[in-house]
């Protein structure tokens, strides 16, 4: 019969997590944001071939907000 083996324990862990991230993974959703809020804020200056209804209707919503906010 063989003796049980006993392990030592590994280094103990400072509890930090390093995470580092791409310039990228920041800016990108940033800039998106950014477009995203600019383009519901001023809808007229939506250049490109969509429908127009959609550039109506999101006028619509944010007059509609805007009224019944203030």
Do not use: C, K, Y
Not at 31 to 46: Q, R
Not at 58 to 63: A, D, P, S, T
Request: hydrophobic share 45%; glycine share 10%; aromatic share 8%.
């Amino acid at each position: 019969m063989s003796a049980p083996t006993h392990f030592r324990p590994g280094p103990a862990t400072t509890g930090g997590v390093d995470i580092r991230l791409p310039w990228w993974a920041f800016a990108l959703p940033t800039l998106a944001f950014i477009v995203l809020l600019a383009l519901i804020l001023n809808p007229s200056d939506a250049s490109g071939g969509g429908d127009p209804a959609l550039g109506h209707l999101v006028e619509r919503v944010q007059h509609s907000v805007t009224h019944h906010v203030s």
